[in-house]
């Protein structure tokens, strides 16, 4: 027999952060954990045609090693998110962040196609440790009026390894081979590990009394979506990733075959995409902490959707393509933090591993099934079925969020 899950807790719990460096270190840390786990997912792409001819792995099935790593972060998130709640988020963080360390490491023993995909696995298994756990920690340590700035410079360490940690990375497996990309982040992820140890405290808050079993934690996530607030706050998750997938997959296949893009163009639209990413992100997540979430977060996708039904109008150079990849990365850093900052005030302490864990494993099925959806549409309609469809996903979630998503009242300064 489980406990309930709490019902919403209400105004957040007014909290203090301590003075002094501590915060910026715990940011920090927080920024370079996602900054290492980003950047060793977003390598993959660009060198699997590397991988296949130094390992002489066929194309066909070259496509696996990126998608069984998203399989075992799904998985692992679901499992993960109880135990954090169990033993607290430093010990999760450390465990996580530990054995991403070692399964990079891990990358300069493969020898050919199943040798790479058990290390992609266990890199998966890593990821989905590590996947809920940062925001988690955010929720437990800042109080909800600091949650979106502290949100979003961690989150920009995604961005920053859009700009620097992909193209070094892609360098060095021109030089050194496609192995030297995941030495580099996996000493990155050691220094984490390390910060994490000395540094980074573990937040006092309440934990989860429950036995850790799978039939508890399962029926622990029955409970939380049977919670209309959690329930639409878990569909807009997937909507998002949904819309996103649909969107970004095909969105370099088009610019290079219908608008005449090169490689290296692309790669520049991604790295000016970064650009806005960084500089919007931690200002969203701030101004968020002063006006509330949910009317930036509606901002955003009614302004993305917008945007992505003109995509096959306006781009037309590269020029074009610049600045419309420019803005879109805006308004999708725009929706990120604040989201992620609201969801962190739906549950209380204890529950706050799980729910988030829960949004990234349905996040991780809705871009699974835009990136299904997403060939058909493009090989037999053409790429404005795409941005149409969506657009429709990404004004969904604004919708579900403004309606259904309640933001609770800010404590009084």
């Known amino acids: ?34 900054f290492s786990a980003a950047s060793q997912t977003m390598i993959l792409s660009p060198i699997l045609p590397r991988i296949g001819t130094e390992l002489s792995i066929p194309d066909a099935v070259l496509g696996t090693l990126v998608s ?53 696995i266990f890199a998966g298994c890593a990821g989905g440790m590590l996947s809920g756990a940062a925001v988690s920690y955010i929720g437990d ?3 909800y009026e600091r949650r979106g700035w502290a949100t979003g410079w961690v989150m920009s ?6 700009i620097f940690g992909i193209p070094l990375g892609i360098l060095m497996a021109a030089r050194w081979g496609f192995r030297s990309p995941f030495y580099l ?31 508890g934690a399962a ?12 329930a639409w706050a878990a569909t807009a998750f997937f909507m998002m990733f949904l819309g996103v997938s649909l969107f970004v997959i095909y969105l370099p296949t088009w610019l290079e075959r219908e608008i005449g893009l090169t490689g290296d163009q692309i790669a520049l639209m991604f790295l000016i995409g970064g650009v806005a990413n960084v500089l919007t992100g931690p200002n969203a997540g701030k101004l968020s902490d002063k006006v509330g979430r949910k009317g930036i977060v509606l901002l955003a996708s009614v302004g993305m959707s917008i945007l992505m039904l003109l995509t096959v109008r306006v781009v037309s150079d590269p020029p074009s393509a610049y600045v419309f990849f420019f803005f879109s990365m805006v308004l999708v850093a725009m929706r990120i933090s604040p989201f992620s900052a609201l969801l ?6 204890e529950r706050r591993g799980s729910l988030m864990s829960l949004t990234v494993a349905l996040g991780q099925i809705g871009f699974a099934i835009g990136g299904a959806v997403a060939g058909p549409l493009y090989a037999d309609v053409g790429y404005a079925s795409n941005t149409v469809v969506a657009a429709i996903s990404i004004l969904a979630m604004g919708m579900i969020v403004w309606f259904f998503v309640p933001e609770p009242q800010r404590a009084s300064s």
Request: with cysteine; hydrophobic share 50%; proline share 9%.
């Open 344 to 349: 962190t005030a739906l549950v209380s302490d």
């Open 219 to 230: 029926a622990n996530y029955v409970e939380m979506l049977k919670r209309p607030e959690i």
């Open 68 to 120: 069984v790593y998203s399989v075992m972060v799904g998985i692992f998130a679901i499992l993960a998110g109880p135990v954090s709640d169990r033993v607290g988020r430093r010990r999760i963080l450390i465990l996580g962040c530990g054995t991403m360390t070692v399964a990079l490491s891990l990358h300069g023993f493969v020898t050919g196609y199943y040798s790479f995909l058990a290390v992609r």
């Open 141 to 143: 340590y800042f109080p």
């Open 1 to 34: 027999m489980t406990a309930p899950v709490p019902e919403h807790p209400g105004p957040p719990t007014q909290r203090e952060v301590p003075s002094g460096p501590e915060p910026y270190i715990v940011v920090f840390t927080l920024w370079l954990l996602v």
């Open 185 to 215: 982040f996996a000493v990155t992820m050691a220094l984490t590990v390390l910060m994490l140890i000395v540094r980074v405290p573990q937040p006092d808050v309440f934990r989860s009394r429950e036995r850790l079993s799978v039939r």
């Open 157 to 162: 360490g995604a961005a920053f390894g859009q």
